[in-house]
């Protein structure tokens, strides 16, 4: 006699072994399902990327973006900057710029500009000119370590090997950090990776040869 074999077979008759093999098939394509979702929940639709057109990543800083002073005699232009690829939530960004191998025990704060407007995705040559009010419209350029609000040029010890000039961006989930103009880069550094999305990191490279 031909059995029947149902979704409710008893395990123990001839229909088990096809019964367990469709359940553990259903369970195998439930579990790819669930995978799938959550990868395209938390994969992100985009990456923020920074770009500059006068250094490549990893790449030397020329001359013109150099410090002028404590020997060094260069233009101190900030360099052109754009990006992309802009989270959903950013409601402005700030710009960071760092020298993790400058003798301080800390490193070296080059650039500090918060309030950036969110619709903004370049900012030009010598915008970290603080002395022209118009350089960065509605954005606000803080002290470095230089002591002056600003963009401050590249400018190691003698004979270092090249230090990396991290120019970083973040994209923030606020409009305005309110950020008082003497904050110190380390109350800045809180409060912009406290409002954080995502961040991206262009590096610069400068050395000065020894004699």
Known sequence: MKTLCTARSPVNTPCAPKHRHLQFSAMVAFGVGIVLTMAAIIRPASALELHS??????????????????GCKGGNISPALSWSDVPDGTKSFALMVHDPDAPTGSGW????????????RSLPQNAGDATNPN????????????GLAGYGGPCPPVGDAPHPYQFTLFALDVAALEMDANASTALVGFMVHAHTIARTTVTGTYGRPGK
């Open 53 to 70: 057109s006068d250094f490549a990543d990893n790449g030397p800083l020329a001359d013109a973006q150099v410090f002028n002073g404590f």
């Open 135 to 146: 350089a960065i419209p509605d954005a606000h350029q803080l002290k470095t370590d230089f």
């Open 109 to 120: 704060w080059h650039w500090v500009v918060t309030d950036i407007p969110a619709d903004r």
